[in-house]
């Protein structure tokens, strides 16, 4: 296992300005810098459109090597501007699984349900999640429920540093007769907070690369249960550049595998930003 991502918590707000009389002057359109393209050893491996409405309409990934399209992602809203729907596709246009979220009025993340699109349980809902936040309003804790009982199956918790950044996570599987941690990230240091765009306007509940804009240093351990073997690797992130707004244009992460032993692998990011 090279590296732990679950997808991610971040919601969208979307702020309106009116004239209070037709002789006021017009109102400033805000401008915000957005995660665009992400290159791995300048190859593209992401990119990300927007709508007009600054929000996030689709993620697309892209096979390194050759740089085809492998797969893409699409998101629907509700007419509160909050996250409704995502869809995923393969590389012919072909829907292949979709996730539908409830949220609570103030646009928090109450549950999903992920139902694939193809294969035999085409349509039929395979996986169940429900979210819990912190007292500052982080998602503290997602479970993954059995659709048909609604037991929980496994569950992971978020830990924060006090400006907001991840500190750590660990996964929970909770199908054994007592809970057993599976996994345990680990984040320093506490960095500079996310950059708010960046944070706001990728959708998904919670998003575990945006992490990797602020950490040096994480580390990963998996522990030896019916889902993994025992094992260990950090990442290490150098050479971090920023432009002149303070995003990371470019930086190396070096996967040092402790155990078991195996070679470093070094890959170097870059990242393309656009205004909206």
Request: include cysteine; hydrophobic fraction near 30%; aromatic fraction near 14%.
């Amino acid at each position: 296992m090279k590296r732990t991502l679950f997808y991610e918590c971040l919601f969208l707000l979307t702020s309106f300005f009116f004239m209070s009389c037709k002789d006021d002057p017009a109102p400033s359109v805000s401008v915000e810098t957005v995660l665009s393209k992400v290159f791995v050893d300048g190859q593209l491996e992401r990119e990300y459109k927007y709508n007009s409405g600054k929000q996030l309409e689709q993620m697309l990934q892209y096979k390194t090597t050759t740089g085809q399209l492998t797969s893409y992602v699409e998101f629907e809203y509700d007419t509160r501007g909050f996250l409704q729907n995502e869809t995923a596709y393969n590389s012919d246009g072909k829907p292949t699984g979709r996730t539908q979220y409830l949220k609570d009025a103030d646009g928090r993340f109450i549950s999903s349900e992920y139902r694939p699109l193809v294969g035999t349980d085409s349509g039929k809902v395979t996986s169940r999640k429900t979210f819990e936040y912190n007292e500052k309003g982080l998602i503290s804790k997602q479970a993954w429920n059995d659709p048909d009982t609604q037991e929980e199956e496994s569950y992971q918790v978020y830990f924060y540093f006090p400006n907001g950044n991840l500190e750590r996570y660990e996964y929970f599987w909770t199908v054994a007769p007592v809970p057993e941690k599976a996994v345990e990230a680990s984040y320093s240091p506490a960095g500079q907070p996310l950059p708010e765009s960046l944070s706001r306007l990728m959708a998904s509940p919670i998003n575990l690369s945006l992490y990797n804009f602020v950490a040096e240093k994480i580390e990963y351990e998996i522990f030896d249960t019916a889902l993994a073997s025992a094992a260990e690797y950090h990442e290490l992130i150098t050479d971090r550049v920023y432009d002149n707004d303070g995003f990371v244009t470019e930086q190396t992460i070096t996967s040092k595998y402790i155990a078991p032993a195996s070679p470093d692998d070094v890959i170097k990011m870059t990242y393309e930003y656009k205004k909206i």
